[in-house]
């Protein structure tokens, strides 16, 4: 009988409850993920190798290399080795042989010895793919309750394409990732951007099959799963996508590519590494690689130290106090020519900070870049409450004839709904933005259709409108109502920041002006 999502949801969450006296809710992914994976890898290959035995009855004519051939060749994608090969303490690194141990003492060694040997196994499959693994340790997770969750997980139905869908896998492996990031906070909510973030950034680039997707702060992976889901639903084959991702925390790496595995999704590589100043992807003269779709929601606000030399660094280059803008350049640098195009999410401040990020701004708005800026609502993400916009650039000279020379600006701030947690975005909300994002202006940069954008406020403005304000893409600037009705503290606080932000922006034209006249005594 087919496994229910519901039931291998509950299975596994009451696994990972098994943790709670162990370690804060936020840690629980680094054991669960791991564990789950290698219970998945061990019922697959298991059930592969029954197959292999039964369709071999005459197996006892062959020899062991000559069985072993067959079977991999026509039957396993990947290896579960032996331990101690040859020794009385030989046995195979799966879920099964070491389960059958777990009453022994030193239960985390077995388990590690068996991960890591899974991985050597497979090196361009699984190189570092579980992580750390510093929780097999019994000072950090006893193996007490380490029995306890292998005991709780082995309660789950066997975990292969014989018995469950890779849709069901995946919903469950997504399941989790959010039920932590609900209920802890900050740490786990660094590598999980909410589900209806990502299939509005995914709507609007649009990938298309055989296209390659690049996310250079890809977390989980949730963006380049998404983007293969999105081409799935419209009848294309999201497997024929090239998937690419860098993440600069080694657990967090694996836990991307155990959740692309469990979407069924092999064409891959995530890296491990600092984005910004070590990018894993490059081309043969040591420029960065160039992709057809590039999506990400980095760390916001990240202190970093600034680039002295890079090409990377068009316009300028972004504070030590803020990568925010370092980001996108390396967004911009990694676009293909011909079809490039990026979404990034960052805080409403990269639209109107000034200094160093103003003149990247200016840079790329010259260069016509930046195609749209959609205002979302405050506290939509796990980890800060503060509004957000998602930017969309183009490579350049790829604008449609009618979106060049200027940016489209979306106000979608209010379409949200309130849930327990956060805020959330609806399908309809999403649809309605997405119908915002294609539709036609007239020369005023209005509406054609007031009806058609889904009661979103939305303007194309002329890249001349924006110099004319000093390159600022301050949403409340080109769509008022985006101001006058602010009410949440979060938005508060950001419309104060504008204001102080213009404030001194004033005081220092009005100063220099005093001080070119001969006038002086006016410094703070």
């Known amino acids: 009988m087919a496994v229910t999502q519901q039931e291998i949801e509950n299975r596994l969450w009451d696994a990972a409850d098994e943790l709670r006296v162990a370690m804060p809710e936020a840690q629980y992914s ?35 290399e000559e069985a072993h051939e067959i079977e991999y060749r026509d039957y396993q994608s990947f290896e579960i080795p032996f331990i101690h090969p040859g020794t009385v303490q030989q046995r195979r690194a799966s879920w099964t042989s070491i389960l059958a141990t777990i009453t022994q003492p030193g239960l985390g060694q077995r388990v590690r010895a068996s991960l890591q040997a ?70 786990a909510g660094q590598f999980f ?20 997707v690049y996310d250079p702060t890809c977390g989980s992976g949730g963006m380049l799963i998404a983007s293969a889901n999105l081409l799935k639903a419209r009848g294309g084959r999201g497997y024929t996508l090239s998937l690419y991702g860098q993440e600069a925390v080694l657990d967090t790496a694996g836990v991307a590519r155990m959740n692309l595995f469990m979407h069924n999704l ?69 676009m293909g020519p011909k079809k490039g195009r990026a979404g990034v999410v960052l805080p409403h401040g990269v639209l109107f900070r000034g200094g160093q990020e103003a003149a990247i701004r200016q840079r790329v708005l010259d260069d016509d870049l930046l195609e ?8 939509l993400f796990y980890n800060t409450s503060i509004p957000t916009a998602i930017l969309v650039f183009r490579a350049p000279g ?25 805020n959330i975005i609806t399908d309809a909300d ?23 954008e889904g009661g979103l406020s939305a303007r194309f403005v002329p890249t001349t409108e924006i110099a004319a304000n000093g390159y600022d893409l301050n949403i409340g600037r080109y769509i008022k109502q985006a101001v006058a ?40």
């Open 372 to 379: 749209a800026v959609i205002g979302l609502p405050a506290n």
């Open 266 to 334: 092999t064409q891959f590589k995530v890296e491990v590494g600092d984005t910004l100043k070590d990018p894993r992807f490059k081309k043969p003269d040591g420029s960065v690689a160039q992709f057809d779709v590039i999506v990400a929601n980095p760390p916001y606000s990240l202190k970093w130290k600034p680039w002295s030399n890079d090409p990377r660094a068009l316009g300028g280059v972004a504070p030590q106090s803020s990568a925010d803008w370092a980001f996108v350049q390396h967004m911009i640098a990694s």
């Open 30 to 64: 680094s054991v669960v993920f791991p564990l789950m994976f290698w219970k998945y890898l061990s019922d697959t290959w298991e059930h592969q190798h029954e197959e292999f035995l039964a369709d071999n009855e005459g197996l006892d004519d062959l020899s062991a």
């Open 118 to 187: 899974i991985e050597t196994a497979n090196p361009d499959k699984f190189s570092r793919l579980f992580g750390s693994m510093t929780w097999t340790s019994e000072e950090v997770l006893s193996g007490e309750v380490l029995a306890a969750v292998m005991q709780a997980m082995d309660r789950t139905p066997k975990m292969h394409e014989g018995n469950m869908s890779h849709d069901v896998l995946g919903g469950a492996y997504e399941y989790l990732l959010k039920r932590f990031s609900d209920g802890s906070g900050t740490r």
């Open 193 to 212: 951007t909410p589900r209806e973030v990502v299939e509005l950034i995914v709507e609007v680039l649009d990938p298309k099959g055989f296209e390659s």
């Open 430 to 452: 999403i649809a309605d933005v997405v119908t915002a994002y294609h539709s036609k202006f007239d020369a005023d940069g209005n509406p054609v259709d007031p009806d058609g």
């Open 485 to 524: 009705e602010q009410e949440d503290l979060g938005t508060l606080i950001a419309a104060y920041n504008i204001a102080r932000a213009e404030r001194q922006k004033t005081e220092q034209r009005m100063l220099a002006l005093l001080s070119a006249a001969g006038i002086e005594g006016f410094d703070e």
């Open 398 to 422: 790829t604008k449609a004839p009618e979106r060049q020379g200027g940016v489209l600006v979306i106000d979608a701030s209010k379409r949200f709904t309130k849930a327990k947690n956060r």
